[in-house]
């Protein structure tokens, strides 16, 4: 009977965790932001869907120095306050998952020197200065030619992949011909690495026509 017990109590337990592991999810981003002291970044990009339209019930920061989260104006937003890394977390009321955004701040936003395709480089690299592995750079030309990709000091490109409608991706190598027109390639991503704060993430850059074929609806 006490070996019943023991077994009806383990297997209650399991299912308890079984259920919450089911219903309860814990949703990471990253976030690479330039230090903007007076100028917070609002309506934080988030993955799963979430439109975060209320205020959350707890927000942290491990290093309140780096960034924090604030909310104004019903939007959730990142200041940043000097150079470094923090781990920023919130909860929503009758929500049981969690939220937290792997902060990186940084001087210089742009870890590329330069991109081309063919004779034609790529202008505006300069104005990345925040993202989140997704945002919308609509900085790619309408052209074809080789592809080639230098970094900045302290960044390093791990790998490039190429997609026509962001769904599907298939790897390309720098330096390698491509053509970026309507159903060809519509978006790079780029997969790089920081190696002074040690992070790896996407970024980004969309073809300028890229929403003209793909629009987005709100």
Not at 105 to 113: A, E, H, I, T, Y
């Amino acid at each position: 009977m006490k070996q019943l017990k023991r077994i009806l109590i383990l297997a209650s337990i399991l299912v308890f965790v079984f259920v919450t592991g089911i219903y309860a999810k814990t949703y990471t981003n990253t976030v690479v932001m330039k230090t903007k002291k007076k100028d917070p970044v609002w309506g934080v990009p988030f993955t799963g869907d979430y439109f975060i339209s209320k205020k959350p019930v707890k927000m942290t920061s491990t290093n309140k120095k780096v960034g924090s989260l604030y909310w104004q104006s019903d939007m959730l937003g990142i200041k940043t306050k000097k150079t470094g890394k923090a781990t920023l977390g919130f909860k929503l009321k009758g929500n049981k998952n969690k939220f937290k955004i792997k902060l990186y701040v940084l001087k210089d936003c742009n870890p590329f020197k330069s991109i081309k395709i063919g004779e034609e480089a790529v202008d505006d690299l300069k104005t990345i200065d925040n993202w989140s592995g997704a945002d919308e750079y609509c900085f790619l030309p309408i052209s074809s030619g080789k592809l080639s990709v230098t970094m900045k000091k302290g960044w390093k490109l791990v790998k490039i992949k190429a997609s026509s409608d962001c769904k599907k991706w298939k790897t390309v190598k720098n330096n390698a011909n491509i053509e970026l027109k309507e159903g060809k390639t519509g978006a790079l991503k780029f997969i790089i690495k920081n190696s002074k704060l040690g992070f790896k993430t996407n970024l980004i850059l969309y073809r300028t026509d890229y929403f003209d074929e793909h629009p987005v609806n709100n």
